[in-house]
């Protein structure tokens, strides 16, 4: 049974900063790529940034030079730090792990989401 599951949202002022953490089992997690992706309301998904199985990082614009991603293969857990948080980053904010399998499929795993609210 694969599990993800997204923790450390909450409420956070505008300038302020939070660690979301993303946890995973029943997978090989240093195969995966790791993904981190946001929707606000009203919005669709949107992808934030990802890091690959090599360590490859990559981001949107928007959170550049704010947010950072990681990985601890040995915890099972990628991470994203998000600091200098302004209102408009105010989403649910979502887990993905994905491999492509030997046959080219692309094998996806979500987690449940996490709230972040930044806000006065």
């Known amino acids: 049974q694969v599990q993800v599951v997204e923790s450390g949202g909450g409420l956070v002022q505008p300038g302020g900063s939070l660690r979301l953490s993303c946890t995973t089992s029943?997978?090989?997690?240093?195969?995966?790529?790791m993904g981190w992706y946001r929707q606000a309301p009203g919005k669709q998904r949107e992808l934030v940034g990802s890091i690959s199985s090599g360590g490859g990082i990559n981001y949107v614009d928007a959170v550049k030079g704010r947010f950072t991603i990681s990985r601890d293969n040995t915890k099972e857990t990628a991470y994203l730090i998000m600091n200098s948080l302004k209102p408009e980053d105010t989403a649910v904010y979502y887990c993905n792990a994905q491999i492509r399998t030997i046959s080219g499929r692309l094998l996806e795993h979500w987690g449940q989401g996490t709230l972040v609210t930044v806000s006065t």
């Open positions: 029943g997978i090989i997690f240093g195969a995966y790529g």
